[in-house]
Each structure stands twice: as structure tokens, then as C-alpha cells.
């Protein structure tokens, strides 16, 4: 899949520590010259510095080369490994095939909703297959696995996976439907918020509260140790 082949490559652009290390036993027993030893010394800062610069832009630069001639996307790929309705629309489109994704599955099949699961994860493709009406093997940022969600006729967009990389962009991306985002810090569920999002899922927040109700009940006596 094209962004993550794009990613794992931007993460492989810096000379490591161990290369560092090989370089100084090497140079201490005579095999490379000091001015080879100086040159991978020069070489590992400078990665060291562009890896930081290519990692914050990572989403920037794979943008880019997918609008380029160096189209990165595999729209066969995804095909291969997805199914979804033709022309599906009032569907649900859910972001991740987790636990909290498969609950909101059930859910949808138990209300008659139709949806639409997107996971980037290839090991999940044989659960999907079996237990899921349509879903999509792709990458969430691929404008490819978008337009095959038909993200634009969806009645409501929900990420059960706490990733900003996602969830800036479904807020960035110009559409008038509810986009329902998860975070692991209140903060940034403000942020998100404030973007635009209709409402953002805080599992800290929401299992503190749980486990606060449920400890008073139990104190009280409403409820015991097995309930």
C-alpha cells in the first residue's frame, strides 16, 4: 500500500547509532581512515537533523509524490482486498476495526444501518471478509480509499482509533457531515472540537467517570462485586 511504503522509507532515511559505533571500533583497528570516520560522523548529524524535518513532514512530502508522477497509490491492491456497494450512500463510514470499531459494527447491524470499514491492517482482512457487509483494506489518509468509501454521500464519519494524522484530515477535508474523532488527551479533544468535530470520544475520561459510578453504586450497596 503506498503510504505506508512511503512512511516506512521516511523512517529508514538516518544513519543509526550502531552505525556510529561500527565506525569508531573500525576506525580504532586501522580499517577506515580518519577522514572516512569524519565523513560518517558529518553524514549521521545531518540525517539525524533532515530525519526530524522529513518525520514532522511526512504527510506533506507522501501528498505531494501522490499528486506527482510518482503516484504512489495501488487502487488494485485495495480493490483486491475491499467490498462495498456501488454507489453505497446514508452509510456510516468507521476509521479502524479494533474492539471500539467492531462494537460500533454491531451496533450498525443491529439498528439496520448500513457502513463501510476502513483498516489499514492486512491481518485483519480475513475478520472483515467474514464479518463485516462492506469494508475497505486501505490506508485512512489514501484519497483513493475516500473516494471508495464515497465519503461524500455518508451520513455520518466515525474514527475509533486515536490517530491526529487522521483526524486532522477528516476535519480538514470539506464535507457537511458529523465526523465523530477519538483522543487520548482532553486537551487535544478540545482541539478537535473547535475544528469542527461533532463530538470526540476520551476513553480516559469516559472509563474514570465509568469507574467512578460504579464504585460509588458499589459502596452504596446498588449493585455487588459481580455486577
Not at 130 to 156: F, H, M, P, V
Not at 191 to 203: F, T
Amino acid at each position: 500500500e503506498g503510504r505506508t511504503i512511503t512512511m516506512t522509507a521516511l523512517s529508514t532515511d538516518q544513519i543509526s547509532e550502531f552505525s556510529v559505533i561500527i565506525a569508531i571500533e573500525t576506525l580504532v583497528i586501522g580499517l577506515i581512515s580518519p577522514l572516512t570516520f569524519d565523513v560518517i560522523i558529518l553524514a549521521t548529524a545531518i540525517t539525524m537533523i533532515t530525519s526530524s524535518i522529513t518525520y514532522q513532514y511526512r504527510n506533506v512530502i507522501y501528498n505531494y509524490l501522490s499528486n506527482t508522477r510518482f503516484d504512489t497509490s495501488n487502487p488494485s491492491k485495495i480493490d483486491s482486498m475491499s467490498d462495498v456497494p456501488d454507489n453505497i450512500r446514508d452509510h456510516i463510514i468507521i476509521f479502524g476495526y479494533g474492539r471500539k470499531g467492531k462494537r460500533i459494527v454491531e451496533l450498525c447491524e443491529s439498528m439496520d444501518q448500513k457502513y463501510v470499514v476502513v483498516e489499514n491492517d492486512p491481518s485483519k482482512y480475513n475478520n472483515m471478509k467474514n464479518q463485516c457487509s462492506a469494508y475497505i483494506t486501505g490506508d485512512a489518509l489514501d484519497k483513493y480509499t475516500w473516494d471508495r468509501s464515497n465519503i461524500d454521500e455518508a451520513r455520518l464519519v466515525i474514527s475509533s482509533v486515536d490517530s491526529e494524522d487522521i483526524s486532522n484530515a477528516l476535519l480538514d477535508y470539506d464535507i457537511e457531515i458529523p465526523i465523530i474523532l477519538r483522543s487520548r488527551s482532553k486537551e487535544r479533544a478540545e482541539q478537535y472540537i473547535n475544528k469542527g468535530a461533532a463530538n470526540v470520544i476520551v476513553p480516559n475520561i469516559i472509563a474514570g467517570k465509568y469507574l467512578g459510578k460504579n464504585l460509588n453504586s458499589l459502596l452504596q450497596g446498588d449493585i455487588n462485586s459481580e455486577e
